[in-house]
């Protein structure tokens, strides 16, 4: 076996002050460069751009409506089981619709504690709950103001477009009262 010793720095090298001033002239060049032609800096200029957000982002969450503009939502809690952050809370009350059992009369996720699994989009049945309103600046003052009511959630135009995040769903219901298009 051949042992190997280690010389460590020699010479000039010893000075690491010269490394140290080769560092920032290289820093400088880059700076030069990048102030004459910004067209090359791999910069987004935020928030005036935005970059597009991959197709499958995990946005924020919005409750689907039917075509009368009430809650696909039939609050059958199995969106606030699968989900591992205990942050979506939901109150049944009995519907109006004889061919609906329930309706959430409350539907609240706390935002302060989602992780973004997406666990309550995969585990519901009726596609009432999405993910893919792409928001990613997700901030508020207030910890109250980061809950989203059902109301919040339905704040949106129901175009039953998929554009984020929508998994395969185990059941497609395509008649009855729980269909959608
Ligand atoms: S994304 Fe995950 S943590 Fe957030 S509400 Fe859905 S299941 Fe809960
Ligand atoms: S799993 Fe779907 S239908 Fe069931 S409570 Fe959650 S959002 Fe409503």
């Known amino acids: 076996m051949k042992v190997v010793e280690r010389t460590g720095a020699q010479?000039?090298?010893?000075?690491?002050?010269?490394?140290?001033?080769?560092?920032?002239?290289?820093?400088?060049?880059?700076?030069?460069?990048?102030?004459?032609?910004?067209?090359?800096?791999?910069?987004?200029?935020?928030?005036?751009?935005?970059?597009?957000?991959?197709?499958?982002?995990?946005?924020?969450?919005?409750?689907?409506?039917?075509?009368?503009?009430?809650?696909?939502?039939?609050a059958c809690m199995l969106c606030a089981t699968a989900c591992p952050a205990e942050c979506i809370h939901i109150k049944a009350e009995e519907s109006p619709d004889p061919n609906i059992e329930k309706r959430p009369e409350k539907f609240d996720i706390d935002m302060l504690r989602c992780v973004f699994c997406g666990f309550c989009v995969e585990a519901c049945p009726l596609d009432a709950i999405r993910m893919d309103i792409p928001d990613v600046t997700i901030a508020d003052y207030t910890r109250e103001s980061l809950v989203y009511s059902k109301e919040f959630l339905m704040n949106h135009d129901n175009k039953d477009v998929v554009t984020g995040y929508n998994p395969p769903r185990p059941v497609q219901l395509t008649h009855g009262p729980h269909a959608r298009p």
Not at 44 to 59: D, H, I, N, S, W
């Open 11 to 74: 010479g000039a090298e010893k000075f690491y002050l010269i490394a140290v001033v080769q560092g920032l002239f290289l820093t400088l060049g880059h700076v030069i460069k990048n102030l004459f032609n910004p067209k090359r800096m791999s910069v987004v200029f935020y928030p005036e751009q935005k970059k597009a957000l991959p197709p499958a982002t995990r946005g924020r969450h919005r409750l689907m409506k039917r075509e009368d503009g009430t809650p696909r939502c039939t």
